[in-house]
């Protein structure tokens, strides 16, 4: 045991910092267990490139460091996490914009709406119209695109215009337009799919490789991807194989290796050859409720 059992709540640490709640109120502890961020504040985020949102019972946002110091005080509406370097906010105004590590605006904050940096670039909407930043605030594409647009993910970023999914190039420029309603990022060089309440996946070139035959499905990751039948949970590869059988009741991504599964009575972790490194167990109260045993 690494951290022994002590809080009402707590999350994943990542950069040195944990989410942990202690009667009613929430701070961050490091990856020895240390509190770096007393539990005080009403709401924290996810940490992330070692910088943790906090939020004040008024509801307002700002950010602390793996030290536990303020780096900008809590006054924003939204405070979302950071990705390379900047972080999207919102104002009172109800304005978006970014701010970089030292807190400090990296562009006005003017946008209608923002997405996080990925690859470089960042969604901006101004003006009803989308087109992207780079890293030093300054457009790479024109704000002069119809529709919702998402962050780049393995060189394509998603638009939706006319009820339908494009993906788009770094140049501004259409890579391929798909006659599907809903689709996802790219990872890995596939995308997936729905199709008449199913999912599938593409391939950049827009071609279905793997047809739309799931419930539910998440994107690759080391090769793998979660998917469900009959409301069961497992793992496919790029075939769209089952190499790890749909048994559980819910699956995550594997993370440092380890995917956090339940069946309908046992919880734990599996290594991607799909065999419990840790596992507890479930009873059902009088209620029907689950406790762990």
């Keep these: 045991m690494v951290i022994e059992p002590q809080f009402s709540c707590a999350g994943p640490i990542t950069d040195d910092m ?5 009667r009613g109120k929430w701070g961050y502890v490091n990856s020895s267990g240390t509190l770096v961020v007393p539990p005080k504040y009403y709401a924290v985020g996810p940490p992330s490139e070692g910088r943790g949102s906090i939020a004040t019972d008024f509801g307002r946002w700002g950010y602390v460091d793996r030290d536990g110091d303020v780096v900008v005080r809590p ?59 780079g890293l030093d605030g300054r457009y790479t594409i024109e704000p002069a695109i119809d529709g919702e647009v998402w962050s780049f993910h393995d060189g394509l970023a998603r638009v939706s215009e006319g009820g339908r999914i494009s993906y ?64 069961k949970q497992g793992f496919i590869d790029k075939s769209g194989a089952f190499v790890i059988p749909e048994r559980y009741r819910y699956a995550t991504d594997f993370v440092n290796g380890l995917s956090l599964v339940h069946t309908d009575e046992e919880i734990g972790y599996i290594n991607t050859l799909g065999e419990f490194v840790w596992k507890g167990f479930f009873s059902r109260t009088a209620a029907g409720l689950l406790r762990m045993t």
């Design 18 to 22: 944990g989410m942990i709640q202690l």
């Design 75 to 133: 006054q924003y509406q939204v405070a979302d996490e950071y990705s390379e370097g900047r972080a999207v906010v919102r104002t009172n105004a109800g304005l978006y914009g970014f701010l970089e590590l030292n807190g400090f605006p990296l562009t006005d904050l003017c946008y209608e709406d923002c997405g996080r940096f990925s690859e470089g670039m960042a969604p901006v909407k101004l003006n009803d119209k989308w087109g992207f930043v």
């Design 168 to 231: 788009l190039h770094h140049s501004g420029k259409i890579a391929f337009r798909t006659p599907y309603e809903g689709a996802g990022d790219f990872s890995e060089g596939l995308a997936p799919v729905d199709l008449n309440g199913r999912t599938g996946f593409i391939d950049k070139k827009g071609s279905l490789v793997i047809p739309p035959v799931f419930e539910f499905t998440t994107r690759f990751s080391k090769g793998l991807a979660v998917a469900r039948v009959d409301k």
